[in-house]
């Protein structure tokens, strides 16, 4: 129970300032349609650059928590997910909004996000020190390995083609040897002075997950889109508690089926929410009503994408895999502060890790207790035309790459890995894998050294590398994350056909 001793650190002003803020912001972007949670943490980064790394971790994980319960504002009012994770409350959550129950979709579609999002940290808390003592028996191969499966499985299930994915990784862990090699001290691909020092994380996180967003918005030019947001009538909280209480099948499975595709690095919220949706109508004695402005389906696909929040964050403390895409970015705040995950971060850092964590505790209650009342003015930002926003977002991504370290260079790095993402995802790229690979090189690349270091003054390294339990283990586990993405790919294509 070491957690409960760190609850203090969270009720200080400057920390629930940011907690409060985090909130509410990540609600506000969270309902705004093409804004992402990886997007709006990957904007949030440079402003936690000067503050303590505890203050900026709680910063970035409301946000986190908030943006993914946001995007059911958007959803149920205007029939557009503000975010994938949000896809399974469109479904009867606008058809509740079109039958003048748009209160009552957005006070269970919060309650249900509370009550999910509250298991899921528990899960976070408990799970989080037991497989970080676990992790200590990793050496410099199973720490190579881990590094490999973490850009392998982001790579295989955050594409729609694997091969994609993986040269996606490649890719960015190619953009992560840019600079000096820390090892051997030598100069590698510097092919202007802005690369002199690496590929910047914070201009990489930003123009690889903004840019390409911007760039979309800019390329519909002033067209104007008739999108009414459906007016908020009252609704009583109390009939809306009652009612996510009685819905105890609903809130059940869609709570288990997010906190265990959380737990599986790579899969993500969207899928969270759709498998949970698809459970309860299996199991319910009302399955004609689904799709029809059900209850049931509202609390289902809201319970699971936010129970979905804590647990993906286990295998990023403890292992350096993140299970989502913002966990990738997650990851990256926490290596700019100089804090690694795993036993590192328990043993020596336990004031950073334990806040963080009691931190999203108190989110999600800030979460619930503001959703319900920012929805109708997040609607109303849901609005604004894609031309401001896209201005908007392009002057933060400028500021927040610029202010990091004052230099042009990390400006110029941003807008062009933004473009270059741009044109990629045209083809069918993804930038989440890029940015794990960029995250993730540096890790791989320095226990092979070090691993090929020790294998030489003992067995070689072929016996080092592929020998001994843990590391065929985590062997398995790459070629089975990329033969299941392979056979799911090469099944889903044949049914399109």
């Known amino acids: 129970m070491e957690f409960l001793s760190y609850f203090g650190e969270v009720f200080t002003p400057i920390s629930m300032l940011l907690l409060i803020g985090g909130t509410?912001?990540?609600?506000?972007?969270?309902?705004?349609?093409?804004?992402?949670?990886?997007?709006?943490?990957?904007?949030?980064?440079?402003?936690?650059?000067?503050?303590?790394?505890?203050?900026?971790?709680?910063?970035?994980?409301?946000?986190?928590?908030?943006?993914?319960?946001?995007?059911?504002?958007?959803?149920?009012?205007?029939?557009?997910?503000?975010?994938?994770?949000?896809?399974?409350?469109?479904l009867d959550g606008h058809e509740m909004a079109v039958r003048g129950?748009?209160?009552?979709?957005?006070?269970?579609?919060?309650?249900?996000?509370?009550?999910?999002?509250?298991?899921?940290?528990?899960?976070?808390?408990?799970?989080?020190?037991?497989?970080?003592?676990?992790?200590?028996?990793?050496?410099?191969?199973?720490?190579?390995?881990l590094a490999i499966l973490g850009v392998t499985v982001i790579g295989s299930l955050d594409s729609d083609s694997v091969v994609k994915g993986?040269?996606?990784?490649?890719?960015?862990?190619?953009?992560?040897?840019?600079?000096?090699?820390?090892?051997?001290?030598?100069?590698?691909?510097?092919?202007?002075?802005?690369?002199?020092?690496?590929?910047?994380i914070i201009a990489a996180l930003i123009g690889l997950f903004a840019i390409p967003q911007v760039l979309s918005m800019f390329a519909k030019g002033r067209q104007n889109?008739?999108?009414?947001?459906?007016?908020?009538?009252?609704?009583?909280?109390?009939?809306?508690?009652?009612?996510?209480?009685?819905?105890?099948?609903?809130?059940?499975?869609?709570?288990?089926?997010?906190?265990i595709i959380g737990l599986i690095p790579g899969v993500g919220g969207q899928i969270a929410g759709l498998v949970a949706y698809d459970q309860t109508k299996k199991f319910?004695?009302?399955?004609?009503?689904?799709?029809?402005?059900?209850?049931?389906?509202?609390?289902?696909?809201?319970?699971?994408?936010?129970?979905?929040?804590?647990?993906?964050?286990?295998?990023?403390?403890?292992?350096?895999?993140?299970?989502?895409?913002?966990?990738?970015?997650?990851?990256?705040?926490?290596l700019i502060h100089g804090i690694f995950p795993g036993t590192d971060l328990f043993d020596n850092h336990p004031d950073v890790a334990w806040p963080f964590i009691n931190s999203m505790l108190i989110g999600q209650i800030l979460m619930c207790a503001f959703g319900i009342y920012v929805a109708s003015l997040a609607a109303r930002i849901a609005q604004v035309p894609q031309s401001i926003m896209a201005a908007a977002v392009l002057g933060l991504?400028?500021?927040?790459?610029?202010?990091?370290?004052q230099s042009m260079g990390d400006v110029y790095v941003m807008m062009a890995l933004g473009t270059m993402m741009y044109f990629l995802e045209r083809f069918g790229y993804s930038a989440a894998p890029l940015v794990l690979g960029l995250?993730?090189?540096?890790?791989?690349?320095?226990?092979?050294?070090?691993?090929?270091?020790?294998?030489?003054?003992?067995?070689?390294?072929?016996?080092?590398f592929f020998s001994g339990a843990l590391n065929l283990l985590l062997i398995a586990v790459v070629v089975v994350s990329i033969g299941y993405s392979a056979m799911m790919e090469i099944r889903s294509r044949r049914v399109a056909a």
């Open 284 to 334: 319910s004695p009302e399955k004609a009503k689904f799709g029809t402005g059900h209850s049931e389906g509202v609390i289902a696909a809201e319970s699971a994408n936010n129970a979905m929040v804590g647990p993906s964050l286990v295998p990023l403390l403890t292992l350096s895999i993140p299970g989502s895409p913002t966990a990738a970015v997650l990851l990256g705040g926490l």
């Open 101 to 145: 129950q748009g209160a009552r979709a957005l006070q269970l579609a919060f309650l249900s996000s509370l009550v999910g999002g509250l298991f899921g940290v528990l899960l976070l808390i408990f799970l989080t020190p037991l497989l970080a003592q676990w992790a200590l028996a990793f050496g410099p191969s199973h720490l190579f390995w």
């Open 225 to 259: 889109y008739d999108v009414e947001a459906i007016k908020v009538e009252r609704h009583p909280i109390g009939a809306a508690i009652s009612e996510v209480i009685s819905r105890t099948r609903a809130l059940t499975i869609g709570t288990l089926s997010g906190s």
């Open 24 to 90: 509410i912001g990540g609600l506000i972007l969270g309902a705004t349609p093409g804004l992402s949670p990886t997007m709006a943490v990957a904007l949030l980064i440079p402003f936690t650059f000067h503050l303590q790394a505890v203050h900026g971790l709680i910063l970035l994980g409301a946000a986190y928590t908030s943006t993914v319960a946001g995007g059911a504002v958007s959803a149920i009012l205007l029939k557009i997910p503000g975010a994938p994770a949000n896809i399974a409350t469109t």
């Open 439 to 464: 995250i993730l090189g540096p890790i791989a690349e320095s226990n092979f050294i070090q691993g090929s270091l020790i294998a030489t003054a003992t067995d070689g390294q072929f016996l080092y």
């Open 166 to 200: 993986l040269l996606s990784g490649c890719i960015g862990m190619w953009l992560a040897t840019i600079g000096y090699d820390d090892m051997q001290g030598v100069q590698r691909f510097i092919f202007h002075d802005a690369l002199g020092g690496g590929v910047n």
């Open 397 to 405: 991504a400028v500021f927040g790459s610029y202010s990091v370290q």
